[in-house]
């Protein structure tokens, strides 16, 4: 079955951390759509004082973050004391767990900086897990077609990230369109699915989708996407969790309470 398109979201201009300016593609707002994406970030600038304040230190609990670099160096420290660096087309995975206190700064002063953050969640029974974190590469592979993929997060034509959550099994595919022509996939049927478009325009069935925008798709097994020369397009899925979701500030948990009792730990040095 040929997976459509049943709703359309844009992403909307924000800013994060100490004033970094990026588009906001989703949020905790449009959960039922997205399940088990909480948020997806992107953010993309070569003017300095759009990133260089970056994200200072700060806490999380309950979800995972999945960070790709398209251009640019990005440093990680957090409470656990680890400390990383993620350039150009790599990857860090991050397992918030029970909570950890973490920054992400620029590694450079100038150039262009560019990239996306999607906020995962888990679910309650990982969310007491101790924190930890990966970082790796991508590599492109070239399809059938001529296009370039770069897998993010799952499994497809030969590459396999290093770390795939059993919970949600999610793919995450960067595709770079070299030319106009159309991309299939399998994906699991009745996965959250959704095609995000950074650059250019994307068609699926009737639909075209703009830069900036997100299509969330039907159910299915089969996604034809057809985009234009240069074009880049995010697609992603994953198995939805059949639990309640709350989100405040840094925090992704089950309930109410739960967010309140997080924000008790950390402010009473309960974090790593």
Avoid: C
């Amino acid at each position: 079955m040929n997976r459509h398109i049943r709703t359309v979201l844009t992403a909307q201009p924000a800013e994060d951390g100490a004033g970094v300016k990026l588009q906001r593609v989703f949020s905790s707002q449009a959960y039922v759509y997205t399940n088990p994406f909480v948020m997806l970030d992107e953010f993309g600038s070569d003017v300095a004082d759009d990133y260089i304040a970056g994200f200072p230190a700060h806490p999380h609990r309950g979800f995972d973050t999945i960070t790709f670099m398209l251009n640019g160096s990005m440093t990680h420290e957090d409470s656990t004391g680890n400390k990383g660096v993620i350039t150009d087309n790599g990857v860090q995975w991050m397992r918030t767990g029970s909570g950890i206190i973490h920054s992400e700064m620029p590694a450079q002063s100038e150039g262009k900086m560019r990239g996306m953050q999607f906020w995962l969640n888990v679910p309650k029974a990982l969310k007491t897990l101790a924190p930890d974190y990966v970082d790796y590469p991508t590599e492109r592979t070239q399809t059938a077609a001529g296009n370039s993929i770069r897998v993010i997060a799952g499994e497809l034509a030969g590459q396999k990230t290093p770390f795939k959550p059993e919970h949600t099994q999610p793919g995450l595919y960067f595709v770079q369109f070299d030319q106009a022509d159309t991309e299939r996939f399998t994906l699991p049927e009745h996965d959250t699915g959704l095609v995000y478009v950074l650059s250019g325009e994307a068609t699926i069935g009737a639909h075209t989708l703009g830069a900036q925008k997100l299509g969330v798709l039907s159910s299915g097994t089969t996604l034809s996407l057809q985009a234009s020369k240069d074009a880049e397009v995010l697609v992603v899925h994953g198995a939805r969790i059949d639990e309640p979701m709350v989100q405040y500030g840094p925090f992704v948990m089950n309930t109410e309470a739960d967010i309140h009792q997080a924000f008790d730990d950390f402010h009473a040095g309960r974090f790593n």
